[in-house]
């Protein structure tokens, strides 16, 4: 069983546009996050989610909202798309009492026209 | 910003061991050392942490110096599937940290 799964792989779009990105974890994990990497391939964090709870927001703008309707799963909207959000964004989930590893999504590639 | 320095790219031979460098200098007592891979188009995959001893497990070993200052990433025989960006990231010590990634290190293993 894939640990975290996004749908869609890949998402393309017009400007202006309003989307969604779907994230589920299997492992019971209580933190969620969301990451961009750009087409320079810098990986940057978004957000993070604990106990349903927004612990961290990285100067994204407001268009971008994370919602998370259960524990399992952190979903991304975007309003208003721009040519700018154009990149892979992933998804991964951690444990907020271990110190180790974070578990990856396979990521989504957006792409807006 | 990344409070770790890379070399951007290095080439190993195929079986031969890859012995990846990093600098973190301003490292605090009380944060760990992690490395992360990125294989062309997937996601990110954690290899190994550490706080100051030297640790190994079944992908690589990690050897932090005694001051902390830098350490190394050592895959013990690099096969084409490592080919890949490697991170080397320093972490607090809240388990829900964000990671924050630098520009890596490009190892291309080469047969």
């Known amino acids: 069983d894939t640990a975290v799964s996004q749908t869609p792989k890949y998402l393309v779009t017009q400007m202006g546009n309003d989307k969604s990105i779907k994230c589920e974890q299997n492992l019971g994990h209580d933190t969620m996050y969301w990451y961009k990497q750009d087409s320079k391939k810098f990986l940057k964090i978004m957000f993070s989610?604990?106990?349903?709870?927004?612990?961290i927001n990285e100067t994204v703008p407001n268009r971008f909202s994370p919602k998370s309707p259960d524990k399992a799963h952190l979903n991304l909207h975007i309003n208003s798309l721009e040519l700018g959000d154009s990149a892979v964004y992933f998804c991964?989930?951690?444990?907020?009492?271990?110190?180790?590893?974070?578990?990856f999504g396979p990521g989504t590639r957006l792409t807006v026209l | 910003d990344a409070k770790t320095t890379q070399p951007p790219s290095m080439d190993c031979a195929e079986g031969r061991a890859a012995n990846l460098p990093c600098n973190h200098s301003?490292?605090?007592?009380?944060?760990?050392v992690y490395w992360y891979r990125q294989i062309h188009s997937q996601g990110p995959q954690y290899i190994i942490h550490?706080?100051?001893n030297n640790e190994t497990n079944e992908m690589a070993s990690l050897i932090i110096t005694e001051d902390r200052k830098s350490s190394t990433l050592i895959l013990p025989h690099a096969t084409l599937r490592d080919t890949a960006v490697y991170y080397c990231i320093v972490r607090g010590v809240s388990g829900n940290t964000p990671l924050v990634f630098g520009k890596g290190t490009r190892l291309s293993v080469i047969a």
């Open positions: 989610y604990n106990n349903k709870e927004l612990i």
């Open positions: 991964a989930a951690g444990s907020s009492e271990r110190y180790n590893e974070q578990f």
């Open positions: 301003t490292i605090s007592g009380n944060e760990y």
């Open positions: 550490g706080l100051k």
